[in-house]
């Protein structure tokens, strides 16, 4: 028997929501109120992974009857994270750095549900390869104001697809929500589907 819960995503990200709104689920999206400070101790995975619980566990304060799903994405090169760029010339150096080179894409998922004291944590990785970027390409795709509020400083479901060669994974986990991971860890834990 499917359970129609309540799901409540705990975050301020449009991209997260449309995802999410494409399908007919009783959907809330609460922004968290966390500091993202990235500990340097962490491998790039417990990272994504601690941000996504401590963002779900923020929300879940409010919504302890709902499942609540905390999501943070994070761009790794070289082992290095790619953060959100403070600027253009963050933007290019991050671009530049990307430019003909496969980086991973890794978001860290956290759903919970208080009352019950399930919390469940995981992550999907996906492997993107861009191609070899000019530096006019780079300034040209700056001038679109599109890399600034985005790990890694490219959007792949915006006009920033046009730097992406290929992906290894799943689409929208590069996006910022890996949909599939998702669902699956709904079905197991919850008896709940996203896709109804």
């Given at each position: 028997?499917m359970?129609?819960e309540?799901?409540v995503?705990?975050?301020?990200?449009?991209?997260?929501r449309?995802?999410m709104?494409k399908?007919?689920?009783d959907?809330?999206?609460?922004?968290?109120?966390?500091d993202?400070n990235?500990?340097?101790g962490e491998?790039?995975?417990?990272?994504?992974?601690?941000l996504?619980?401590i963002?779900?566990?923020?929300?879940?304060n409010?919504?302890?009857k709902?499942?609540?799903?905390?999501?943070?994405?994070?761009?790794v090169?070289?082992?290095?994270?790619?953060?959100?760029p403070k600027?253009k010339?963050?933007?290019y150096?991050?671009?530049?750095?990307?430019?003909?080179r496969?980086?991973?894409?890794?978001t860290?998922?956290?759903l919970?549900?208080?009352d019950?004291?399930?919390?469940?944590i995981?992550?999907?990785?996906?492997r993107?390869?861009?191609?070899?970027l000019?530096?006019?390409?780079?300034?040209r795709y700056?001038?679109t104001n599109?890399?600034?509020d985005k790990?890694g400083?490219y959007?792949?479901?915006g006009v920033?697809?046009?730097?992406?060669?290929?992906?290894d994974?799943?689409?929208?986990?590069?996006?910022g929500?890996?949909l599939?991971?998702?669902d699956k860890?709904?079905?197991?834990?919850?008896?709940c589907?996203?896709?109804?």
């Open positions: 028997m359970v129609m309540r799901i995503l705990a975050s301020g990200s449009p991209r997260r449309e995802i709104e399908y007919n689920i959907l809330i999206v609460e922004k968290s109120n966390v993202e990235i500990n340097r491998t790039p995975e417990q990272v994504s992974m601690t996504s619980l963002k779900a566990l923020d929300v879940s409010r919504f302890p709902d499942i609540v799903i905390g999501a943070d994405t994070i761009v090169v070289d082992g290095k994270i790619l953060g959100k600027g010339e963050d933007a150096d991050m671009l530049n750095i990307l430019s003909g496969i980086h991973e894409v890794i860290g998922v956290a919970i549900k208080a019950m004291n399930i919390k469940i995981d992550y999907e990785k996906t993107v390869k861009f191609r070899k000019t530096d006019d390409m780079i300034y700056i001038g599109e890399p600034f790990a400083a959007a792949i479901q920033g697809q046009i730097l992406v060669e290929n992906i994974g799943c689409f929208f986990n590069v996006v929500l890996p599939t991971k998702i860890l709904l079905s197991k834990y919850f008896n589907y996203i896709l109804k």
